[in-house]
């Protein structure tokens, strides 16, 4: 599992000098993960490189997993079908007229795209099938693939780790987008990476959150950092501290679920995000928000309100299956093109509960998945 994921590594830099071991006062269970020789930089895309922080020799691209990647664009129509029913069908006539188009505008709308989005995505169409000269239906169909795929390119970024030791994450969502599962799925991505990942239980005041991931600790035989009815700013800050103490490459803290709508509540985010950079320097590294598909335009008001408080640096789009609203990625990607600090990058996308049904977003897989 997530094999196509991993298939490159490059050597990063030589690891900071490590704090004089000191264990948190947290309760902590015992990792068995080796840890490894030196930093490797994990590239979490399937095609992209990223650059080691010292030269490294190149090495040969490893095969691309054809068969595991078509399983999975297989996964991914069938996720989005009622999205994608919707909109193919506008193709199904046999001419391009002011009627094709005012039927495609409200798919589109339907889908959640947004009313910008929309029209951004029309206009775009327009131009590329007037400079084709296309003739039916079934081009023009091809010509949006080509244009919802220019729109979301933006969107596909690499999730590096290795450049850091160790990389701080940072996961952020309301309740219910799935943050806590996202994790345990990312936790055994790296495992399997060698990677030596440390846990922090901050979602201190749902019980079942911190139960949860000590599931998924014991399942990923990964540490983790926890307290019973603690503060989750002290939580992170022990797990931060105990993954530089451990030498571990990745330290992931599971933050409480929040509504962007409650701001008491957001401010105790950025005091966690705060704490963090107490603990080490420059951290967090990485700051996540799992986001539900299913809730269309919300949450892309979701994406702006925790970019507001946190400044994100990417995305999990969770529970694309089943959906009709997954055209609110063009909704994204359209407002990030505006953003002062450039896109918000979709790192992952989910359509199911599988370990492997989690998997890096590619913008052509889904623009064909939306149409096909």
């Given at each position: 599992?997530?094999?196509?994921?991993?298939?490159?590594?490059?050597?990063?830099?030589?690891?900071?000098?490590?704090?004089?071991?000191?264990?948190?006062?947290?309760?902590?269970?015992?990792?068995?993960?080796?840890?490894?020789?030196?930093?490797?930089?994990?590239?979490?895309?399937?095609?992209?490189?990223?650059?080691?922080?010292?030269?490294?020799?190149?090495?040969?691209?490893?095969?691309?997993?054809?068969?595991?990647?078509?399983?999975?664009?297989?996964?991914?129509?069938?996720?989005?079908?009622?999205?994608?029913?919707?909109?193919?069908?506008?193709?199904?006539?046999t001419q391009i007229d002011d009627a094709?188009?005012?039927?495609?505008?409200?798919?589109?709308?339907?889908?959640?795209?947004?009313?910008?989005?929309?029209?951004?995505?029309?206009?775009?169409?327009?131009?590329?099938?007037?400079?084709?000269?296309?003739?039916?239906?079934?081009?023009?169909?091809?010509?949006?693939?080509?244009?919802?795929?220019?729109?979301?390119?933006?969107?596909?970024?690499?999730?590096?780790?290795?450049?850091?030791?160790?990389?701080?994450?940072?996961?952020?969502?309301?309740?219910?987008?799935?943050?806590?599962?996202?994790?345990?799925?990312?936790?055994?991505?790296?495992?399997?990476?060698?990677?030596?990942?440390?846990l922090a239980a901050a979602d201190t005041?749902?019980?079942?959150?911190?139960?949860?991931?000590?599931?998924?600790?014991?399942?990923?035989?990964?540490?983790?950092?926890?307290?019973?009815?603690?503060?989750?700013?002290?939580?992170?800050?022990?797990?931060?501290?105990?993954?530089?103490?451990?030498?571990?490459?990745?330290?992931?803290?599971?933050?409480?679920?929040?509504?962007?709508?409650?701001?008491?509540?957001?401010?105790?985010?950025?005091?966690?995000?705060?704490?963090?950079?107490?603990?080490?320097?420059?951290?967090?590294?990485?700051?996540?928000?799992?986001?539900?598909?299913?809730?269309?335009?919300?949450?892309?008001?979701?994406?702006?309100?925790?970019?507001?408080?946190?400044?994100?640096?990417?995305?999990?789009?969770?529970?694309?299956?089943?959906?009709?609203?997954?055209?609110?990625?063009?909704?994204?990607?359209?407002?990030?093109?505006?953003?002062?600090?450039?896109?918000?990058?979709?790192?992952?996308?989910?359509?199911?509960?599988?370990?492997?049904?989690?998997?890096?977003?590619?913008?052509?897989?889904?623009?064909?998945?939306?149409?096909?």
């Open positions: 599992m997530f094999s196509f994921i991993k298939k490159k590594l490059g050597l990063g830099g030589s690891p900071a000098p490590a704090d004089p071991p000191a264990p948190p006062p947290s309760e902590t269970r015992a990792a068995v993960a080796a840890e490894p020789a030196s930093a490797p930089v994990v590239d979490a895309r399937p095609s992209a490189l990223v650059t080691p922080p010292t030269p490294a020799p190149a090495a040969t691209p490893a095969p691309e997993p054809v068969v595991e990647r078509r399983s999975w664009m297989d996964k991914l129509k069938a996720g989005l079908r009622k999205t994608s029913s919707s909109i193919s069908q506008v193709f199904t006539g094709l188009y005012e039927e495609l505008e409200a798919a589109l709308l339907m889908a959640d795209a947004g009313v910008a989005a929309t029209e951004y995505l029309l206009a775009d169409l327009k131009r590329r099938v007037k400079e084709s000269k296309a003739s039916d239906p079934a081009a023009v169909k091809v010509l949006l693939i080509e244009a919802i795929t220019d729109l979301l390119k933006p969107l596909e970024k690499s999730l590096a780790v290795g450049q850091h030791t160790p990389t701080v994450i940072m996961v952020a969502g309301v309740n219910g987008a799935g943050k806590t599962t996202t994790i345990g799925k990312l936790t055994r991505h790296l495992s399997d990476s060698n990677q030596r990942v440390l005041f749902r019980a079942a959150a911190r139960e949860q991931l000590l599931v998924w600790a014991d399942r990923n035989r990964v540490d983790i950092v926890s307290q019973e009815n603690g503060d989750p700013a002290a939580v992170t800050f022990d797990a931060v501290q105990a993954g530089r103490a451990r030498g571990c490459d990745v330290v992931i803290a599971d933050t409480a679920g929040r509504l962007a709508t409650q701001l008491h509540l957001m401010d105790e985010l950025r005091k966690v995000k705060r704490v963090i950079g107490k603990a080490m320097d420059g951290a967090p590294h990485e700051v996540l928000l799992v986001v539900d598909g299913n809730t269309g335009q919300n949450a892309l008001s979701q994406v702006k309100a925790f970019d507001e408080a946190l400044g994100l640096t990417g995305l999990v789009v969770t529970k694309l299956d089943g959906t009709a609203k997954g055209g609110v990625l063009a909704a994204i990607a359209l407002w990030s093109r505006g953003r002062p600090g450039g896109a918000v990058p979709v790192y992952f996308v989910g359509v199911g509960e599988k370990l492997e049904d989690l998997q890096t977003f590619n913008a052509r897989e889904f623009a064909q998945a939306l149409l096909t």
